[in-house]
């Protein structure tokens, strides 16, 4: 067992507003990457246009990894 935590994410004993909040960030991130994922597989697979769908990955990752990223530095000015 690592004895050094994950930087930025509070460890189960901190009970604060802050630590909950870092918790939430991260669990929507994992979400976000797990949808990500498999909506691009959906999109190349049964896709009916290869450019429309790369173009539609590029804007929803996009837009989601600058959301993701504000939120991220609102918790780390917090």
């Given at each position: 067992?690592?004895?050094?935590?994950?930087?930025?994410?509070?460890?189960?004993?901190?009970?604060s507003?802050?630590?909950?909040?870092?918790?939430?960030?991260?669990?929507?991130?994992?979400?976000f990457?797990?949808?990500?994922?498999v909506?691009?597989?959906h999109?190349l697979?049964y896709?009916?246009d290869?450019?429309?769908?790369?173009?539609?990955?590029?804007?929803?990752?996009?837009?989601?990894?600058?959301?993701?990223?504000?939120?991220?530095?609102?918790l780390?000015?917090?």
């Amino acid at each position: 067992m690592p004895t050094s935590s994950i930087p930025f994410v509070p460890m189960v004993t901190d009970l604060s507003l802050s630590g909950l909040l870092w918790w939430a960030l991260l669990g929507v991130t994992v979400i976000f990457a797990a949808h990500a994922a498999v909506a691009s597989y959906h999109w190349l697979i049964y896709g009916s246009d290869r450019i429309t769908s790369l173009l539609s990955i590029a804007i929803y990752v996009g837009v989601g990894a600058f959301l993701l990223l504000a939120m991220l530095a609102t918790l780390a000015l917090m």
